[in-house]
């Protein structure tokens, strides 16, 4: 698909109308952007900062893979389930375009409510126009997230490690930067002893 089908798609798109559980949008996720977008986004200033940059190295540089990092484009409606990072990885993301609205649980809490754990290492969770429409509004307070946020272009989030988020796109086009942050997988030998436990 040619990404100006892509934007005439999302600009029309109304699929996911009402909310299902199981209804998206498209949503992009390319984890080879141009070079040129790759080099020009650094690391935020406190990622390279040198004590923070040795014991938090970029996943991409711990993997040998330099300035690796994903480009994110979607429609009003598209977005991410609930994940966690994977690897004990932590991340950044910077909106460079349309306005995003992020849900954020620490690890003590637990799955958010709606995600299901059938069994150990996997889950499911929610398409996020439904988690937030028809998931979120439901909840107590107690089991609201810890973090519940609109980033707009220009803003820089940052996602520590271990955290379960949930993105939602609230505008055409939303378009993104994010990139892993390795906590405590300072070598090749860190990301094997990560992937072995994962298995």
């Known amino acids: 698909m040619r990404l100006e089908d892509f934007f005439r798609y999302a600009a029309t798109n109304r699929d996911f109308l009402p909310p299902r559980w199981d209804a998206e949008p498209l949503y992009l996720f390319e984890p080879k952007p141009p070079l040129s977008l790759r080099v020009s986004l650094r690391e935020p200033r406190l990622c ?3 004590n923070i940059a040795r014991s938090c190295p970029a996943l991409g540089d711990v993997l040998g893979e330099a300035t690796r990092g ?3 484009i979607g429609g009003v409606g598209s977005g991410s389930r609930f994940h966690i990072d994977a690897y004990g990885c932590g991340a950044w993301s910077v909106c460079l375009e ?3 609205r992020w849900a954020m ?4 809490a637990g799955p958010p409510p709606g ?3 059938p069994e150990p290492g996997r889950y499911a969770s929610p398409a996020p126009i439904f988690w937030f429409s028809e998931v979120l509004p439901c909840l107590p307070p107690a089991l609201r997230p810890a973090v519940d946020i609109v980033v707009e272009a ?6 520590p490690p271990g955290w379960w988020h949930c993105v939602l796109n609230l505008s055409t086009p939303c378009v993104a930067f994010t990139r892993n942050v390795a906590y405590g997988l300072g070598s090749a030998q860190g990301v094997a002893d990560a992937l072995a436990a994962a298995t």
């Open 98 to 100: 349309g306005r995003k």
């Open 115 to 117: 995600v299901a754990l």
């Open 70 to 72: 994903w480009l994110l």
């Open 105 to 108: 649980y620490p690890p003590e």
């Open 154 to 159: 220009g803003d820089i989030l940052y996602v």
């Open 48 to 50: 390279a900062a040198p």
